[in-house]
């Protein structure tokens, strides 16, 4: 942002600024569901943001989710919460509930803005790289975001999730955290993930790299589109 500052509240950096004519707060949320919980509430609490957009990656369960796709999450469900037989099977105690939804309209927003930014994909990336990761003709899609403290790095657990959660479409460590505190709040959340692995024995290959190379430049460009939409 050409007039960004920084703000260090509860050990992160918030950088506060103007982009395309919005006043932003950005931060990285930190891996997990605490940290996530954490940035949430610091966002809402100290700097009174009106709502969120998360952007990062996630690792594909449906078939057909593929590298270099992307989700923009429906609903969210934490995969790791187990509190039975007390309360159902990934139930939230003390909300009835296992699902929290995204907002709808700033969701469609997202959606609008992640299919424009597919579109013009191949002249972003450098030909190398779309090889290299396998990348062609990526793919939107919509629907349910499971989050849990692992990341998921095995066939064997990816297919565990797959079994018990079969609407999942994609699993990463933060974006139910995010929509529950969003809700306790009544904030609206939009979350887009770029997928950068199957979930499976191969995950952590070139993840680094991904980052660097493809999803950061997803969620630059999927943002920019969102906030120049009128
Ligand atoms: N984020 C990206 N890939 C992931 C995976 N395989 N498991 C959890 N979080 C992820």
């Not at 959340?189 to 499976?200: F, G, N, Q």
Request: charged share 20%; with cysteine.
């Amino acid at each position: 942002m050409p007039d960004e500052r920084q703000q260090p509240v509860g050990g992160r950096t918030f950088w506060r600024g103007h982009l395309h004519g919005h006043e932003v707060v950005a931060v990285l949320s930190g891996i997990g569901k605490v940290a996530a919980a954490t940035t949430a509430t610091c966002l809402i609490e100290r700097f009174g943001v009106q709502r969120i957009v998360f952007t990062g990656v996630a690792g594909g369960l449906a078939p057909g989710v593929r590298v270099g796709d992307v989700v923009v999450a429906r609903h969210f469900l934490q995969h790791d919460m187990d509190a039975s037989p007390i309360f159902p099977r990934h139930e939230v105690p003390g909300y009835g509930r296992s699902t929290f939804d995204a907002d709808t309209a700033l969701t469609a927003r997202m959606v609008l803005a992640s299919e424009q930014v597919l579109r013009g994909l191949p002249a972003r990336l450098d030909a190398g790289v779309m090889n290299t990761f396998g990348l062609e003709a990526p793919r939107c899609h919509q629907g349910l975001l499971i989050s849990g403290d692992r990341f998921v790095s095995t066939t064997a657990e990816s297919q565990v999730l797959r079994d018990v959660l079969p609407d999942a479409l994609a699993v990463e460590m933060e974006g139910a955290a995010f929509a529950q505190v969003c809700h306790d709040y009544g904030v609206p959340l939009a979350v887009v993930r770029t997928i950068s692995d199957r979930a499976d024995d191969d995950a952590h290959v070139d993840f680094p790299r991904f980052l660097r190379e493809v999803a950061s430049r997803y969620s630059a460009a999927i943002v920019e589109a969102l906030l120049v939409q009128r």
